[in-house]
């Protein structure tokens, strides 16, 4: 049967406000990845001999390091890691606490209660508002930025405040432009540095004053920080509980997902404030039954192994390098990014005698049906699309052959900035 006749049942009026009430699935909007979905279907077709170059999704393109995935293997056979995992296996939690002392330098964490396994970020985004938020409580996001948090504080009943990020304030927020009112009310605030989509990095001053303003308005901080060992040109990996009294004030998330190709096998974890971790812990019992013991012990061992994210940095860089370089050479003003994949750069206002953008969805889909190039759209905070150097490309000459290829197809036309 459809979805039409089906909406035409009782079941259409039993939905909860928070998803839509008896209006879901109605809703007739198309949302910009879906948008982009459609528009590179739609340019294959049409162009079938043409080579899509997928420059728009946030995802590694290479598997997990071969030592992490033997690890695995090995681990799948052993009986004793058959069963629930529940809150996670102390071998894990000491590898973290182990992995934050070595890369970020930070002194002081208890693996046994100021660490604990999440089934990758999201999941620990989405739970964490249930430990805190009641309906008319306040989560300040920022914008663009990853919304699962402020998602889950609205199906809880609570409000979000967007703070943009803006090229001008270096795309950190602006803490003190937050009306005193909206700090009254609000019980977490949400940071992610390096940035996606901007790529922008934290500085260890920023995240002294964020100290500061935590305690002051006796807010909690989470700091989602799945790039932060991601970084470049002399930039040390930074951690937000490396920064003095940060374990007071709040938690840090991280994951394997991007640091180790391990996207699909979702494992990371959440340090910090003893107490914030024990009330996620609670939460997250009553949502799952924890990660496979045998991915938590291949993950332990990658986080013994920096060097492998270290090998995976080098290669974005060189990517970026690249990518920087040729759009450049075309007229954008593209600027490397301290960290992360990606790359954010402000769409052109059109082409000479000819298009014109007003968005930078606009631009985006012009690349997608003109160009073949597949980009993602940012207009929260100004007309900017992003570029992710996670882009399909096996070794060196390969990667210089697809920036060549694109910066081909970007220079038969002349764009307006």
Not at 77 to 84: L, M, V
Not at 252 to 271: C, P, Q
Request: a negative charge; charged letters at 25%.
């Amino acid at each position: 049967m459809s979805i039409q006749h089906y909406q035409e049942t009782y079941i259409q009026g039993q939905f909860a406000n928070r998803i839509g009430g008896e209006n879901y699935g109605k809703d007739t909007n198309i949302y910009k990845f879906e948008k982009i979905k459609r528009a590179k279907i739609a340019a294959k077709k049409v162009h079938p001999d043409v080579e899509l170059i997928d420059m728009g999704v946030g995802e590694p393109d290479e598997m997990a390091d071969a030592g992490i995935v033997a690890k695995l293997a090995e681990e799948a056979a052993k009986p004793e890691n058959r069963g629930y995992a529940d809150n996670g296996i102390v071998e894990f939690k000491a590898a973290a606490a182990k992995y934050l002392k070595e890369v970020f330098q930070v002194d002081g964490i208890d693996p046994e209660t100021e660490v604990v396994h999440s089934i990758g970020t999201k999941p620990a985004l989405a739970m964490l508002p249930t430990c805190f938020i009641n309906p008319g409580d306040v989560t300040i996001m920022t914008v663009p930025g990853y919304p699962v948090l402020g998602t889950h504080t609205k199906y809880l009943g609570g409000e979000v405040f967007n703070v943009q990020l803006t090229k001008e304030n270096n795309f950190l927020p602006n803490l003190d432009a937050i009306p005193a009112d909206i700090c009254k009310r609000a019980k977490l605030l949400y940071l992610n540095y390096p940035n996606n989509p901007t790529g922008a990095a934290a500085t260890v001053e920023f995240f002294e004053k964020v100290v500061a303003w935590a305690k002051q308005h006796e807010v909690i901080v989470v700091h989602d920080a799945p790039y932060s060992a991601l970084t470049y040109d002399g930039v040390k990996p930074l951690s937000f509980l490396s920064v003095p009294g940060a374990k007071d004030v709040g938690v840090e998330l991280h994951s394997l997902s991007k640091s180790y190709n391990m996207t699909g096998w979702r494992i990371g974890f959440v340090a910090g404030n003893p107490l914030i971790v024990k009330a996620f812990s609670d939460v997250k019992d009553n949502n799952d039954s924890g990660q496979f013991i045998a991915i938590q012990k291949a993950a332990a061992y990658g986080l013994a192994h920096p060097e492998i994210t270290e090998a995976i940095s080098e290669k974005y860089s060189r990517r970026h390098n690249l990518l920087v370089a040729a759009l450049n050479e075309i007229g954008f003003y593209a600027e490397k990014p301290k960290g992360s994949f990606f790359l954010y750069v402000e769409a052109p206002k059109g082409v000479k005698d000819g298009l014109t953008f007003a968005t930078g969805e606009d631009f985006s889909q012009y690349l997608i049906r003109e160009k073949l190039i597949s980009t993602v759209p940012w207009d929260d905070a100004g007309r900017f699309i992003r570029f992710s150097v996670t882009f399909q490309a096996n070794g060196e000459e390969e990667e210089k052959r697809v920036i060549s290829e694109l910066k081909r197809r970007l220079t038969d036309v002349e764009f307006v900035f």
